[in-house]
């Protein structure tokens, strides 16, 4: 098959040769905690590890690394919120080439500087990343710059197709392969890499179901657009997919399967306790799958974690989303009687069933409270899903009237 695509397996074997001493290896890491689930290996590719923090060094060098002396004088431009943005900033700085990249105004700051760091000259322009595409494409014909796409060229592909050949090296004997999907770049390259040396291999690509735009498209045979996208998962939000991504992806790839917010929250959690990784939502996409239905794959299976580049912000308030799903991080609403003793009886049960209270609030003028009660919402850490059953039934078993926030 791979003759009728732009990308082929050799293309993607010298794209690995480019990227020796340039990229850092990132060596299957096994997932005991995972593995219990299915009773068989479950690895994980780390690429949040590597150089950038994400896979998108692998496509962005092998892309610039072939650029004429002509088009290295012109320097390079790139439009990003992220990853993306400090994958062609370092793979420009490495070979010396001026780079210049388009970012929205709402980009998070972290990010900014981190592509900053790597000596990329950033422009803001627009809300999002669209616009600020739009902006960059028109500075190149204003400035005879290279345009440097995201996931639609086929030196981008070879590149991200490294990270499939690195699996199979690694693990030949691998079943199921998981893999964090966006615009297609990573997902199409690792497929065609993968199977074209064991077809055998049910290789799955995995998107935020609020950002998901190849199931739509593979129905209908052709790239089609979303209209909307919501999802904490920025870095894998594309709304249409590459051309050459999509065409690879038809025939390479066995499934696209989905994954909802909360799925996400809880995969971020999970890997960061329990595997000691951090990842963020775009990167925890392929865990999420894995976790929400571990059956449904036969192992061994490989689990790409794409990238860990995440705005600290937003990381504690995916952590508070992920412990409460988890049933670990609890908040109830609680109607006592406002009277000396109540409020006190009840910490002291809930602290004699083992909850953490982290914070207390009283509301004394909601018109829906009797003159005689007052409200107290209650956060508190719990074990997990039982042991908040436990804590509200007893609060319930005392008279009071609580409902989860």
Not at 163 to 168: A, D, N, R, S, Y
Not at 181 to 189: E, I, K, S, V
Not at 240 to 245: K, L, R, S, V
Request: hydrophobic share 45%; aromatic share 4%; glycine share 10%.
């Amino acid at each position: 098959m791979s003759g009728k695509h732009p990308v082929s397996l050799n293309d993607i074997k010298e794209a690995q040769k480019r990227l020796h001493g340039v990229i850092r290896p990132t060596n299957l890491i096994k997932a005991g905690w995972l593995e219990r689930q299915i009773g068989n290996s479950v690895l994980l590719k780390p690429e949040n590890l590597q150089r950038a923090g994400s896979f998108k060094i692998r496509g962005a060098y092998n892309l610039l690394a072939q650029l004429s002396a002509e088009d290295r004088k012109k320097g390079v431009v790139a439009a990003s919120a992220g990853n993306h943005a400090q994958g062609v900033a370092l793979a420009a700085q490495l070979l010396g080439i001026k780079s210049t990249v388009f970012m929205p105004v709402s980009a998070s700051i972290p990010k900014v500087v981190a592509t900053k760091g790597y000596g990329a000259e950033v422009k803001f322009a627009g809300d999002v990343i669209d616009e600020a595409i739009i902006s960059a494409r028109q500075y190149c014909e204003a400035n005879g710059s290279v345009f440097i796409p995201p996931f639609d060229h086929k030196h981008i592909v070879a590149g991200q197709g490294t990270v499939g050949l690195e699996i199979f090296e690694q693990m030949p004997e691998v079943k199921t392969v998981l893999v964090c999907t966006g615009g297609g770049g990573l997902l199409a390259g690792s497929a065609l890499a993968i199977k074209e040396q064991n077809p055998k291999v049910k290789v799955i690509g995995v998107q935020a179901a609020n950002a998901a735009a190849y199931p739509q498209s593979l129905k209908e045979g052709k790239p089609v657009a979303l209209k909307v996208m919501n999802t904490i998962a920025d870095g894998i939000a594309v709304g249409t997919p590459g051309d050459i991504p999509f065409g690879i992806i038809q025939d390479y790839v066995d499934e696209i399967i989905t994954v909802s917010e909360s799925n996400l929250s809880i995969a971020i959690l999970q890997t960061l306790e329990r595997g000691k990784l951090l990842v963020e939502p775009g990167g925890a996409a392929a865990v999420a799958a894995f976790i929400a239905n571990p059956e449904a794959f036969e192992g061994p299976v490989a689990v790409v974690l794409s990238g860990g580049n995440i705005d600290p912000l937003l990381l504690e308030r995916i952590m508070q989303t992920g412990l409460a799903t988890a049933g670990r991080y609890l908040t109830v609403r609680i109607r006592i009687k406002d009277k000396p003793g109540t409020l006190a009886q009840l910490l002291t049960e809930i602290g004699g069933l083992g909850a953490n209270i982290l914070d207390i609030f009283h509301l004394r003028t909601d018109p829906m409270l009797a003159l005689d009660e007052v409200a107290v919402n209650i956060t508190m850490e719990t074990r997990g899903v039982e042991h908040e059953d436990d804590v509200l039934n007893r609060i319930k078993a005392l008279g009071h009237d609580a409902e989860v926030q």
